[in-house]
């Protein structure tokens, strides 16, 4: 009896049943294996021992500005995270480094305001966080180790049919990238020029300056001339130079795409 092609076959009905799921901006048809509320209340959990082990900063000024330009951003993907309880939170960290994860859950560590001062550029770096979180590239990346895995092993299979699915909140902040406690999230280039796609156009919906997200990323470039010990933010991150081209053939769309935002708010502009 050959173990190994008896399992193939439950995988792949899995694949087919687990499906697909679009990305939204970039219509991407990606594949998912988890189960969204597993990961959601997983994350939340996460989130909240966050909050326990590093200090929020107190610093009023910098906590109103996250949660201006939270608000803002959080209204342009409403549709695109309905389920989201929305939390904002600035830690008291000296990386330049900031996160998002689904559910909802923003932080955003006290360094990165040394590049990110204004609403415009703080929303660049919030906005490609949340679009890592509505394309579900977690899930993705999850997803594709679980099925990589799962071939190559037939215990697992059981657990997969069973809907358990091996999700389990060390596996999930591996892929998150916190297992080294402050670290950026480690996706693939690919997937950081689709956060970097997806939340211009996010920060251009909400009407802030799209130019913005230039400006960051070349304040990420010198900050990691200047600094011998490269910012957790940067090691996981494809080179700036190529993202920052990307956003540039992007941004004539951007700016259509915030004018049309402008367009649809005045009705309900009220001050
Ligand atoms: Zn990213």
Same mark, same amino acid.
């Given at each position: 009896m050959n173990l190994h092609s008896r399992a193939v076959l439950p995988v792949l009905a899995v694949l087919l049943f687990a499906g697909c799921y679009q990305v939204p901006v970039t219509g991407r048809r990606a594949m998912n294996l988890v189960d969204d509320k597993e990961v959601t209340k997983m994350s939340i959990a996460m989130f909240d021992d966050m909050k326990k082990r590093y200090r929020p900063a107190r610093d009023p000024a910098r906590n109103e500005q996250l949660q201006r330009v939270g608000e803002r951003i959080s209204k342009v993907v409403f549709w695109d995270m309905p389920d989201a309880d929305w939390e904002f939170v600035v830690f008291? @960290?000296? @990386?330049i480094n900031a996160f998002a994860m689904a559910g909802g859950k923003v932080g955003v560590f006290t360094g990165l305001f040394k590049i990110a001062k204004t609403d415009d550029e703080l929303a660049s770096v919030i906005a490609h966080e949340i679009a890592h979180v509505t394309a579900k590239h977690v899930h993705e990346k999850f997803s594709r180790e679980l099925a990589v895995d799962t071939v190559g092993t037939v215990g697992t299979i059981g657990g997969l049919a069973g809907g358990a699915?091996?999700?389990?909140v060390s596996a999930l902040s591996q892929v998150y990238g916190l297992t080294t406690g402050i670290s950026g999230f480690a996706f693939d280039r690919a997937k950081e020029k689709e956060a970097d796609y997806i939340g211009l156009m996010y920060m251009a919906r909400a009407g802030?300056?799209?130019q913005a997200a230039v400006r960051v990323l070349e304040a990420l470039e010198a900050a990691s001339a200047n600094d011998?010990? @490269?910012p957790a933010f940067l090691?996981?991150?494809?080179t700036h130079p190529e993202r920052i081209i990307q956003l540039m053939d992007a941004m004539p769309k951007a700016l259509s795409e915030r004018e049309k935002g402008a367009a649809n708010a005045q009705p309900i502009l009220i001050r």
């Open positions: 008291d @960290q000296p @990386q699915s091996g999700l389990t802030y300056d799209p011998p010990v @490269q090691s996981t991150h494809p």
